[in-house]
């Protein structure tokens, strides 16, 4: 079976300054004991219909960062997914707190899943 690029049915990307939020950061999955509570953290009637994925970047001594999804790949049961992290703008002005990026997706059929960053 080849390779098939496909979309995220839902996807909202952002940057915090919510230390518990990030706190723990990487990739959860429905299955993840933490996944809904880091789901609930900006709004409470979110749920697994929404989104049943969610990337929490490492932190940086800034704001001003973006994350973007490139790609989204299926191949076989697994999907591989391709984020881009965007540094701010050189001599942008931004804020000087401690700040993470995320994306909350979801993502049909959701199995096996591999992040990539580049």
């Known amino acids: 079976m080849q390779a098939e690029e496909i979309k995220s049915e839902n996807l909202k990307c952002s940057s915090t300054t919510a230390t518990p939020f990030f706190k723990?950061?990487?990739?959860?999955?429905v299955e993840n004991s933490d996944f809904f509570k880091k789901l609930k953290f900006f709004n409470k009637s979110l749920s697994k219909e929404d989104f049943n994925l969610i990337y929490i970047s490492k932190s940086q001594n800034s704001g001003g960062y973006t994350l973007e999804v490139e790609k989204i790949v299926k191949k076989k049961s697994k999907h591989l997914i391709y984020f881009k992290e965007n540094k701010p703008p050189q001599g942008s002005a931004n804020i000087m707190?401690?700040?993470?990026?995320?994306?909350?997706?979801?993502i049909n059929n959701l199995d096996q899943v591999e992040v990539f960053i580049n």
């Not at 707190?97 to 979801?106: D, N, R, S």
Request: aromatic residues 18%; proline residues 0%.
């Open 24 to 29: 723990k950061n990487g990739l959860f999955i």
């Open 97 to 106: 707190a401690i700040t993470a990026t995320y994306c909350f997706l979801k």
